[in-house]
């Protein structure tokens, strides 16, 4: 037993530092990070503007309490909502907070209507966190094991089914749909063009909220700074953490329109949410996507590397699909292929596998053509030489 409660299975390698889309273990063997701390890591490890930030920042002023004014916390405000076209930011410390945030919103915007027993359309297959409401939320039973009772107000249809969203018009008690424009934990599924556009119009012709789980998607990954500016629409709420920060623990409840003034002081807080700390390592993040257009590098290096593995596993048997948009990419097999994991490190690449099945490529948005050939020739290596269980 050690001292660390026992809530992750590890992988045997520590890394001591980083730098660039290459981290580096105790032994200093270099690791190019494909899965960028999920996805956490948008700018790669120890950015030189997001360090610099967090070091002034640091000897100036860390912490204080959200019953006072902070500078960085309105300029981060500002900033996110001038790239995402939103009106208002709450500010917390992960994404599954942001995601609180976001259903505490649609429960109190049903009340003030009325509506004594609020409803939240989600997703199969989706995942919102781990704290209970998101937990509930989430649609993988076996996240949820052991965790009963769950909470009450979720409504759970198909991912990207619009039909079974629509078969809900007539419940009164629906307030909101909650769900991520690519699922990154249930399988790097992926939304058809149009559908955000088709599902906003649902949702206006039923007064419901529009709410987009970017945890993931959001910062960049996708190509465009928010995966719904892919579809032109906005939504009313939209939660993002992950790339936020660049490894400063941040997340962001955004909300528009009506959605912008349901909550009023003393509905919801968080005691470290956007500190001046993680918000002068945001704000150099954001300004840096910008200004090094790592978007456009995002759509450009996740084409290439898409392609590319398509094109070497063309006559796999083990392929089943190469999916994903920009720097976001799943590669599914038709076998259970967790073991790749191991074998992707021992050639000093850092991937994930999720559902089984996918191998998921999360790499940084500051990833080079070189670094995207090593990705490229190193999963179709594995996958190569992949032996399935059973086969």
């Known amino acids: 037993m050690t001292?660390?409660?026992?809530?992750?299975?590890?992988?045997?390698?520590?890394?001591?530092?980083?730098?660039?889309?290459?981290?580096?273990?105790?032994?200093?063997?270099?690791?190019?990070?494909?899965?960028?701390?999920?996805?956490?890591?948008?700018?790669?490890?120890?950015?030189?503007?997001?360090?610099?930030?967090?070091?002034?920042?640091?000897?100036?002023?860390?912490?204080?309490?959200?019953?006072?004014?902070?500078?960085?916390?309105?300029?981060?405000?500002?900033?996110?909502?001038?790239?995402?076209?939103?009106?208002?930011?709450?500010f917390a410390n992960s994404g599954a907070e942001a995601n609180e945030a976001a259903i505490k919103i649609a429960r109190l915007h049903g009340h003030q209507q009325g509506i004594n027993s609020p409803q939240i359309i989600v997703m199969d297959?989706?995942?919102?966190?781990?704290?209970?409401?998101?937990?509930?939320?989430?649609?993988?039973?076996?996240?949820?094991?052991?965790?009963?009772?769950l909470l009450a107000g979720f409504i759970r249809v198909p991912f990207g089914d619009l039909?079974?969203?629509?078969?809900?018009?007539?419940?009164?008690?629906?307030?909101?749909?909650?769900?991520?424009?690519?699922?990154?934990?249930?399988?790097?599924?992926?939304?058809?063009?149009?559908?955000?556009a088709e599902l906003r119009t649902v949702c206006d012709n039923n007064n419901w909220l529009m709410m987009l789980d970017e945890v993931q998607t959001g910062n960049g990954r996708t190509g465009r700074y928010f995966a719904y500016q892919h579809d032109g629409i906005l939504p009313d709420v939209v939660t993002t953490a992950k790339g936020l920060g660049n490894g400063a623990p941040i997340g962001a409840c955004l909300a528009q329109g009506k959605a912008a003034q349901v909550l009023a002081p003393g509905n919801h807080g968080s005691t470290?949410?956007?500190?001046?700390?993680?918000?002068?390592?945001?704000?150099?993040?954001?300004?840096?996507?910008?200004?090094?257009?790592?978007?456009?590098?995002?759509?450009?290096?996740?084409?290439?590397?898409?392609?590319?593995?398509?094109?070497?596993?063309?006559?796999?048997p083990h392929l089943k699909e190469v999916r994903g948009k920009g720097l976001m990419i799943g590669i599914e097999l038709h076998s259970p292929c967790t073991e790749l994991v191991h074998r992707a490190r021992e050639r000093g690449v850092l991937i994930n596998v999720t559902a089984g099945s996918v191998i998921r490529l999360l790499p940084p948005l500051i990833t080079s053509q070189q670094d995207a050939d090593t990705i490229i020739n190193t999963v179709a290596d594995i996958v190569n030489d992949f032996q399935p269980q059973n086969s």
């Open 163 to 196: 039909t079974a969203i629509q078969a809900h018009s007539n419940n009164s008690d629906v307030v909101a749909v909650l769900m991520e424009p690519i699922q990154g934990e249930g399988g790097l599924h992926v939304l058809a063009d149009g559908y955000l």
């Open 272 to 316: 470290y949410g956007g500190n001046p700390l993680s918000c002068a390592a945001a704000l150099a993040v954001i300004n840096t996507i910008q200004s090094q257009q790592l978007c456009a590098n995002a759509t450009t290096i996740g084409q290439y590397i898409r392609e590319g593995i398509s094109q070497q596993l063309a006559d796999s």
């Open 3 to 90: 001292a660390i409660m026992n809530t992750y299975g590890r992988l045997p390698v520590t890394f001591s530092h980083g730098k660039g889309v290459f981290l580096y273990d105790t032994d200093n063997k270099a690791y190019l990070d494909a899965i960028s701390g999920i996805g956490v890591n948008a700018l790669g490890h120890c950015h030189p503007a997001v360090s610099e930030a967090i070091k002034q920042q640091a000897d100036t002023l860390i912490h204080t309490s959200n019953l006072y004014g902070i500078a960085k916390q309105q300029a981060l405000a500002e900033l996110l909502c001038d790239v995402s076209g939103m009106d208002n930011v709450f």
């Open 125 to 149: 297959n989706a995942f919102h966190g781990r704290t209970m409401a998101t937990l509930t939320a989430t649609g993988n039973a076996k996240v949820q094991e052991g965790f009963a009772p």
